[in-house]
């Protein structure tokens, strides 16, 4: 009763109700474009020291198991931003737009009153840098862009060429916006990064910094035993360790031991650029700090796929194997708990649920992810124990076959559909994750393992079929087969 006379005391006073809530939490995501978590020094890096990343791990959550649902960069980012897988969204490759008629987060925060802006790699739509709905403020630029002086389409209204570093330039964009908004109205802003994405150019300061540090081939990429062929049929190409390695290797394929040269150089590249990232991160959190809005502000910190660095001798992505499908994920903010490592196995397609639960707005209907709000506070105890993953062979990228995965917190089991219905050409993957996290030895074949292959068959048929992707409606194309040759020079 007391309560009830307050507030209607305040009422007839001419307070108003929301005035007397706590503000809406501000929203700052950093999405990085290909990053390893072991670049990272709060996943423990021995190389790459990420002071300003491993901050927001200390103040908020770092998922030690976050996972894509499709290693590709496009797929993933429209998963990020609906919440649905890419069988939904649509966006199966690099160059198909995010249907405009799919809710996403950031426009659900803008209809519930925030200003929202987008700033950086889009990419979702190779040859369009026109904003798209959802954003009050939007910056991309068409295809890749460059590390180096990109043209950025500036909200549709002019085209520039902005000279300098491009983790710099867009970070001075993001900052120049920052600075512009009102106290008033709470904010969205995703600044995307290009880094560390290929082709690996660092700033020039941070071109040698890791030129005493010795990159080998991991041990992997000799043990190709027991593992489906496809893979040692990719060595040699595009996304093999003795193909071009995003052109630091001129004359290729090249298998001579010290060729091992030009993975190092690649390598060390790939690190330059995370160096920048995070004075990038830096920069920003300072800005939050000093203006007073860091503990009112949701950080999250992301990448939107991962990366293959050697692994059973592969680079880029699209697979399924564990650096091709972890992500780093890092998340800060009020109603967050401190320094908290979370373990279980979240998706990309979680992140628009989350962030809707946090901001406290209406959540997006019949999406795939779950919001994982309740679990980092210990309050969830029927979180997901499997999952399963999805890439279509792309005929422009012609060395991996069509993917369907299933992972548990201990298990993987990968299969390899024709596309044609017909049973699966390639041998199937089955590791066990909890023995074998580096995914050596190749379990499917081995008869003492067979119940434990029907088991995961049977659990990914059914997680399927609750997508509705039985036989005949899930659709990909005909696996054409590994090839050697190099993709159209304009979509590298
Ligand atoms: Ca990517």
Redesign the pocket.
């Known amino acids: 009763m007391r309560l009830r006379s307050w507030v209607w005391a305040m009422v007839l006073l001419g307070f108003a109700w929301p005035a007397m809530s706590s503000p809406r939490p501000n929203v700052l995501l950093i999405l990085c474009?290909?990053l390893r978590t072991d670049a990272l020094g709060c996943y423990g890096s021995k190389q790459v020291r990420t002071p300003a990343i491993d901050s927001i791990a200390a103040r908020g959550v770092r998922f030690a198991n976050a996972f894509c649902t499709t290693s590709l960069?496009s797929p993933?980012r429209a998963s990020l931003l609906t919440g649905l897988y890419a069988h939904r969204h649509g966006v199966r490759d690099n160059f198909t737009e995010l249907p405009n008629h799919l809710p996403h987060w950031p426009g659900r925060l803008q209809s519930a009153g925030y200003r929202t802006a987008y700033l950086g790699k889009w990419h979702m739509g190779e040859a369009n840098d026109e904003p798209r709905p959802g954003f009050d403020w939007f910056v991309t630029h068409r295809g890749q862009g460059k590390y180096f002086n990109t043209e950025w389409n500036l909200n549709g209204t002019e085209r520039v060429t902005k000279p300098g570093y491009y983790t710099t330039v867009v970070t001075d964009m993001a900052l120049e916006w920052l600075r512009d908004q009102s106290r008033d109205q709470p904010w969205v802003l995703c600044l995307g990064h290009k880094a560390p994405?290929s082709f690996y150019q660092p700033e020039d300061k941070y071109a040698h910094t890791f030129d005493s540090v010795a990159v080998p081939y991991p041990d992997s990429a000799f043990h190709l035993e027991g593992k489906p062929q496809w893979i040692t049929q990719r060595l040699d190409t595009w996304h093999g360790i003795y193909g071009p390695l995003f052109e630091w290797r001129k004359k290729f394929p090249d298998r001579r031991p010290e060729a091992v040269q030009d993975f190092e150089n690649m390598v060390h590249a790939y690190w330059g650029t995370v160096l920048s990232v995070d004075d990038s991160v830096g920069r920003l959190l300072g800005f939050l700090r000093e203006s007073g809005q860091l503990d009112n502000t949701v950080v999250i910190f992301a990448g939107?796929?991962g990366l293959l660095q050697g692994e059973h001798g592969m680079v880029d992505k699209r697979t399924m194997h564990e650096p091709s499908i972890r992500i780093p994920l890092i998340v800060s903010g009020p109603g967050l708990p401190l320094e908290k490592v979370e373990n279980h196995q979240v998706l990309t397609v979680d992140l628009a649920p989350s962030l809707l639960e946090l901001c406290d707005a209406e959540p997006i209907p019949d999406i795939q992810g779950k919001s994982w709000c309740q679990l980092v506070r210990g309050k969830d105890s029927s979180w997901r124990d499997g999952w399963f993953y999805e890439y279509n062979y792309e005929r422009q990228f012609p060395y991996t076959p069509n993917v369907r995965g299933i992972r548990t917190a201990n298990w993987k089991y990968i299969r390899y559909p024709h596309g044609d219905g017909q049973p699966d050409r390639h041998r199937a993957e089955l590791y066990d994750l909890g023995t074998d996290p580096g995914e050596t030895r190749n379990l499917a074949d081995d008869p003492a393992h067979a119940a434990k292959r029907a088991e995961l068959q049977a659990a990914l048929d059914a997680l399927m079929a609750q997508e509705g992707l039985v036989s005949g409606v899930d659709k990909m194309p005909l696996d054409e087969g590994i090839k050697p040759q190099l993709p159209d020079a304009k979509i590298r």
């Open positions: 474009d290909d960069c993933s994405h939107d796929n």
